[in-house]
C-alpha cells in the first residue's frame, strides 16, 4: 500500500518533459515468484518527431497529461531491488527469508509468493480507481506523478498491483518493485524509489479457527462505519486481522533490526485500508516512519473476486530501511557505481551484518537563484523536477529559503538554495556554474519565470 500521500500542492507541468521522442528499447519484466530479469535502458537520439514514447517495448501516445522526462525515463528497467549484492536486493531478500520461513502452508511451501518484474507502467485504473482513491483526491495530480498520458503513468506505489494479484486467486503475496513520484529534493528523497507490497487474506475458517468458541464467529455483519471498523466487518474481525497484522510487521522489523528496537502505532488514514496505521521505530533517539498498514476496504477486495474473505495490507520503503539498517546517509547513493559503495554490500550470506564505511565527503558548492513566478498556477514540484533534469545526482538538495510578494505589484519571487555534491568526486565551480546556469534559463523558458539572477 501507499507509504505517504503529501501531495497538497496545485500546479502546471513543467515542460521539461520528454522530447519529441523518446525509445526505451527493452522487455517487460512479469514473474510469478521471485525470479526476474532487468531492463536495459537506452535512449535514441536526435530522433524525428513523434507524439508518442515508447517505453519497455510499447508506444505510448503524448497528451496534455504526458510529464515523465527522459531522466526519469533512463531509470525504467535498471531494477535496482533484483541486482545482486545491492543493498536494495539485500533488504529484499531478507524479508523474502523471512516470510519463506515464519508462514508455510499446509505443504510447508512458503505462504507468500513473490512478485519483482512486474512492469512499472500502469494504467491510472490500476494506480489509483482500483484502490478506489477518488477522483478529486490529491495524490492524482500530475504535479506529483509521472504520466505517460491520461490513461498511462509510471506507478506511484505497489498498491498498483494489488486488485490484479487479488482476482487472479492469491491470498498472500509480497510485491516489489520500483516507483516514481515527482517530490522534493534532499538526502531522503529521490524520484524514484522502491517499495514492497504485503497483501494476505483470511477466510472465516482461517481467522477463527484458533479461537474458542470461534465456530459462532462471523466476518460480516450489516452494520456502522466508524472509527474502528468498516460497516460490513464485525469487530472481532477486524480486531483479529488487526492484530495478526501488527503481529506479523513487528516480527519482521525486530528480525532485520534486532532485538530491544521500540516499535510504535500511529493512527493515520489511506483511501484504501480502514482502519490505517503507521509503525515508526525508534532509531538513535527519534521515531522514524518505516511503514504503513491497515485493515483491507472490502469494496476492493469483492471488487476483486474475493467477496468471502477479510483481509491486510501494507507497504514499506527499501531505501528507509536500508538507510537504516546500513547507516547509509544519502539516497543517491544506491544509484551508484562507485565499487567503494558497492564493494560493502558484497557479503557471504544476505543476513551479514555490514557497517556502511562513508566515501571520502567531497565538498558542497551553493549557489541561490530568485525569480518572480507566473501569473499563472506554480508548483515547487515543477521547479525541482527540472532542476533534477538538468542537474541529475550532482543536486544533493534544493531548498526554499525565502519567498516575497511586492507590496504594490503583489508579485511573488521564490529564492530556492541548490546545494551541489558529487558523491564521488570534487565538483569545480566552473561546471556547477554552467548547470546553474542552464537551469536558470530552464526556469524561465520552461517555467514562465522572471528571473531576478
Excluded at 144 to 161: I, W
Excluded at 182 to 195: A, E, K, L, M, S
Excluded at 268 to 277: E, G, I, K, L
Excluded at 406 to 411: D, G, V
Aim: glycine share 6%; proline share 4%; with cysteine.
Amino acid at each position: 500500500m501507499a507509504m505517504f500521500w503529501k501531495f497538497m500542492r496545485v500546479a502546471k507541468y513543467s515542460k521539461t518533459a520528454l522530447s519529441p521522442k523518446v525509445k526505451v528499447r527493452g522487455i517487460p519484466t512479469h514473474s510469478r515468484h521471485s525470479s526476474s530479469k532487468s531492463v536495459p535502458s537506452d535512449f535514441a537520439a536526435n530522433t524525428p518527431c513523434s507524439n508518442t514514447v515508447e517505453l519497455l517495448g510499447k508506444a505510448y501516445p503524448q497528451d496534455d497529461y504526458s510529464n515523465v522526462t527522459e531522466k526519469i525515463l533512463s531509470k525504467v528497467g535498471k531494477n535496482l531491488h533484483n541486482r545482486k549484492h545491492h543493498p536494495l536486493w539485500l533488504i529484499k531478500e531478507q524479508v523474502k527469508d523471512h516470510f519463506y520461513k515464519q508462514y508455510t502452508g499446509r505443504r510447508g511451501t512458503p505462504l507468500f509468493s513473490v512478485y519483482d518484474g512486474l512492469s512499472p507502467v500502469v494504467t491510472v485504473q490500476q494506480n489509483f480507481d482500483s484502490l478506489l482513491i477518488p477522483q478529486n483526491h490529491a495524490s492524482r495530480r500530475k504535479e506529483d506523478n509521472y504520466y505517460l498520458n491520461r490513461d498511462h503513468m509510471l506507478r506511484a506505489h505497489t498498491s498498483a498491483h494489488q486488485w490484479d494479484l487479488i482476482h487472479s486467486g492469491l491470498d498472500a503475496f509480497l510485491a516489489v518493485g520500483d516507483v516514481y513520484r515527482r517530490d522534493t529534493i534532499d538526502n531522503t528523497h529521490y524520484p524514484v524509489f522502491h517499495q514492497m507490497e504485503g497483501v494476505r487474506l483470511f477466510s472465516s475458517h482461517e481467522l477463527f479457527s484458533n479461537i474458542k468458541d470461534g465456530e459462532g464467529l462471523q466476518l460480516f455483519e450489516q452494520g456502522h462505519r466508524t472509527a474502528h471498523k468498516q460497516e460490513c466487518h464485525t469487530m472481532e474481525a477486524v480486531r483479529l486481522v488487526e492484530f495478526n497484522l501488527k503481529q506479523v510487521l513487528t516480527k519482521l522489523i525486530t528480525h532485520i533490526f534486532g532485538d530491544g528496537l521500540q516499535v510504535r502505532w500511529v493512527d493515520c488514514y489511506f483511501p484504501f485500508t480502514h482502519p490505517s496505521f503507521e509503525m515508526e521505530i525508534n532509531f538513535q533517539g527519534e521515531w522514524m516512519e518505516v511503514l504503513g498498514c491497515g485493515v483491507m476496504e472490502q469494496q476492493l477486495v469483492n471488487s476483486a473476486g474475493a467477496q468471502d474473505k477479510i483481509g491486510w495490507a501494507f507497504g514499506l520503503g527499501l531505501e528507509r530501511l536500508a538507510m537504516i539498517l546500513y547507516d547509509i546517509p544519502d539516497i543517491r547513493l544506491f544509484w551508484s557505481e562507485d565499487e567503494r559503495f558497492l564493494k560493502q554490500f558484497i557479503v557471504p550470506h544476505i543476513w551479514q551484518k555490514i557497517k556502511f564505511q562513508p566515501l571520502s565527503r567531497y565538498p558542497p558548492l551553493i549557489n541561490d537563484i530568485s525569480f518572480w513566478l507566473p501569473s499563472e498556477t506554480y508548483s515547487k514540484n515543477d521547479f525541482y523536477d527540472l532542476t533534477r533534469t538538468i542537474g541529475g545526482d550532482l543536486v544533493e538538495k534544493v531548498v526554499l529559503v525565502d519567498e516575497f510578494t511586492h507590496p504594490k505589484t503583489k508579485k511573488v519571487s521564490h529564492c530556492y538554495r541548490i546545494i551541489y555534491r558529487h558523491p564521488e568526486r570534487t565538483l569545480t565551480q566552473d561546471e556547477v556554474h554552467r548547470i546553474h546556469q542552464a537551469i536558470e534559463e530552464s526556469a524561465v523558458r520552461e517555467l514562465g519565470v522572471e528571473g531576478r539572477f
